[in-house]
């Protein structure tokens, strides 16, 4: 199991520079993916988001690079020629206008800057790819370590967790009895007074038939079994990978299921029960929340 939650770090030692990554990871429904580089390496975005879908199915991820030291970027002069031929020809024209003798100098030109472009040159990708893949790799790979090992713990208390529902549960079976006959007789006393207070004579096969019905509307063995199914399904949940939204729903379906039954079992004592497994089914659900 593992959690969305969790920090990677990664720092990889070149020949004059540092490359630091941070990968912080928080809880999101989907897999959110925001990456900050230094410009240098802004045409390898796509790379690296690739690398992490690969990676992690779940969560907000914030990767971050930084540089420490020199990195050698090669850089490309170009003269625009033109430019500087127009500028020459205005410069003479100018002078000669104005009665100055002196010749246009190289020096002169080289005032206006317009015509001297300093370009970064095309570097290939996968050199650049090579200068941070290292540190990327080290950060996802520490990330994964942390979010396993917070994984374990969210694991250890759901387990906990499934284990005090399963016992409410049992204790809901253990009353299921006694709670029918309850029921039974709390049915009888009040259509017993009823017949009593209209003077109506009692038909003993017409009262039975009605406390079928009755009894039929409150039983509630079949959401005590879909109860301990949904259990079950959880338990095996927490042994697979990317179970984090499985899980969600089958919280939903829990509470759902007790709901139900509270109502149909029309006891104190069961909905005493129900308020306890309500809470432990909410506990679980605030765990699940951070699974994968």
């Not at 240098?40 to 969560?59: C, H, N, P, S, V």
């Not at 009605?210 to 199914?229: G, N, Q």
């Not at 399904?233 to 499985?246: F, I, P, Q």
Request: proline content about 1%; hydrophobic content about 40%; aromatic content about 6%.
């Amino acid at each position: 199991m593992e959690s969305m939650t969790g920090f990677g770090m990664g720092v990889s030692i070149r020949e004059n520079f540092q490359v630091s990554c941070h990968i912080k990871s928080l809880n999101h429904r989907y897999l959110e993916i925001n990456i900050k580089v230094p410009k240098r390496y802004a045409l390898l975005e796509e790379r690296i988001r690739k690398l992490l879908t690969e990676t992690f199915l779940r969560g907000k991820l914030e990767l971050t690079i930084k540089i420490t030291g020199l990195v050698k970027e090669r850089r490309e002069i170009i003269f625009d020629l033109e430019m500087a031929r127009a500028l020459y020809e205005n410069l003479i024209k100018t002078k000669e206008e104005l009665g100055i003798s002196s010749e246009v100098t190289l020096r002169e030109l080289l005032e206006f800057r317009e015509w001297i472009l300093f370009e970064e040159k095309e570097e290939e990708l996968d050199k650049l790819w090579e200068e941070i893949r290292e540190a990327i790799e080290l950060a996802i790979k520490d990330l994964r370590r942390a979010r396993r090992e917070e994984g374990e713990k969210l694991k250890e208390r759901i387990t906990d967790y499934l284990t005090l529902l399963k016992e409410r549960i049992e204790l809901i079976e253990t009353r299921k009895e006694a709670v029918r006959s309850e029921n039974v007789e709390k049915m009888k006393r009040k259509i017993y007074a009823l017949l009593e207070e209209f003077g109506t004579t009692l038909d003993l096969s017409r009262l039975y038939q009605e406390i079928a019905i009755l009894l039929d509307r409150s039983d509630f063995t079949e959401e005590l079994e879909r109860l301990k199914v949904h259990l079950s399904h959880m338990e095996t949940l927490l042994k697979e990978e990317g179970s984090g939204k499985k899980l969600d729903f089958l919280c939903q379906e829990l509470h759902r299921e007790i709901t139900t039954l509270s109502n149909k079992a029309q006891s104190p004592q069961i909905s005493a029960i129900a308020v306890e497994i309500k809470d432990l089914i909410e506990k679980i659900r605030e765990q699940v929340q951070n699974v994968v």
